[in-house]
């Protein structure tokens, strides 16, 4: 599966030769990364249960697979095993912490890596360090176990590999929030101004992984999370700004409804509002609702650069009656120029948006 090209060959090879099963269409969909396109094929196929609920994980929506693995009976220890991990996974995307704390205290095997993210990060929250320390240790031994056998068998191992390089790398952020976020105790507070340089930190590394949802999208998950441990509502506006990250890359994907599903999460949050409804007002023109689109931006326009709009208006009406739009042009510049850096650029964000959706 984390073969892409692999996968993609072998389905067209099954294709020129025969039809394709429900379960090849499953496998093939979902290593292209298509969940969405995936999710009804599961309803005419057998044994996908597990399958079924990592899809529904994928798609950002661990409400339906909680629901899913609530409902499934199995004797099958091993099956159940990779269900509990799913199911500490959904727990701790929906942040209900008592529930999670009840399941890790069991000590399972976490089988998927948001399951370890899960386990060690409820048990920062907790200040269970030696648990802690025990989730991260039994995580690294198997993931650093997982490499020397891909070096071993010398296989394609940096394309391979990377995921498990990711996942390393999310540990060790995890394992560095205990400080650099003063996780630690009650005594200790975070102040804005360390809050940004974490927070710089986190978006310099980002920068320079591999820009794809399935190598981003873990890591963001991890962040939110650590965000959401801290007190006072502190970390609620970049809480947010990860989410529109997550729509950024899903609406990129072409994922309109994981896509939503981000944006309602951030809409729900109420902080950071302009860049919130800029990331509404992309998601509908990419849904073509232009229409909706460019009144969200219009409205934006109104609330927040109403004493814009008015002088934007009289300068452009002033060089009507002189040279015409290239005396506006200049006018305006000028004019913009007198105002805060950071406003401007909101503004001619907002107007860029609004003229591409216009054009189109």
Not at 5 to 10: H, M, P, Q, R, S
Request: proline content about 2%; glycine content about 4%.
């Amino acid at each position: 599966m984390s073969d892409v090209d692999g996968v993609a060959g072998a389905f067209e090879t099954i294709r020129s030769c025969a039809e394709p099963t429900i379960n090849d269409r499953i496998l093939s969909l979902e290593a292209d990364g298509n969940y969405w396109d995936a999710l009804p094929l599961y309803e005419h196929s057998s044994n996908v249960k597990l399958s079924y609920v990592k899809c529904l994980l994928r798609l950002n929506e661990p409400r339906l697979a909680l629901n899913e693995i609530s409902e499934s009976l199995t004797n099958d220890s091993d099956l159940l095993e990779k269900l509990r991990s799913c199911q500490i996974e959904a727990t701790w995307r929906l942040q209900q912490w008592d529930n999670l704390t009840k399941l890790v205290n069991t000590k399972p095997e976490l089988a998927t890596c948001g399951a370890t993210y899960a386990g060690v990060i409820c048990s920062l929250k907790n200040r269970q360090f030696d648990s802690m320390d025990d989730f991260l240790g039994k995580a690294r031994t198997r993931l650093v176990n997982a490499l020397a056998a891909m070096t071993i068998e010398d296989s394609d191992t940096y394309t391979q590999a990377y995921k498990y390089v990711t996942q390393l790398h999310v540990l060790s952020e995890i394992e560095d929030a205990k400080a650099s976020l003063k996780l630690q105790d009650d005594h200790e507070i975070l102040s804005p101004e360390e809050l940004i340089k974490q927070l710089n930190i986190w978006q310099n590394r980002a920068s320079r992984a591999v820009q794809c949802t399935s190598i981003l999208e873990p890591i963001l998950n991890a962040r939110r999370s650590l965000l959401s441990l801290l007190e006072g509502g502190i970390g609620r506006a970049p809480f947010c700004d990860l989410l529109l990250q997550s729509c950024r890359l899903a609406r990129h994907d072409g994922h309109l409804q994981v896509a939503w599903s981000y944006l309602s999460q951030a809409k729900a949050m109420n902080v950071n509002q302009f860049e919130v409804e800029m990331e509404e007002a992309r998601y509908l023109f990419q849904k073509g609702s232009q229409v909706q689109a460019i009144q969200i931006l219009s409205n934006l326009l109104k609330r927040k650069f109403p004493s814009k709009l008015q002088q934007m208006k009289a300068i452009c009406d002033s060089g009507k009656k002189f040279s015409g739009s290239g005396r506006c042009s200049g006018d305006l510049k000028k004019a913009l120029e007198k105002e805060p850096k950071e406003e401007n650029e909101n503004f001619v964000k907002v107007c860029s948006v609004m003229h591409f959706s216009a054009a189109v």
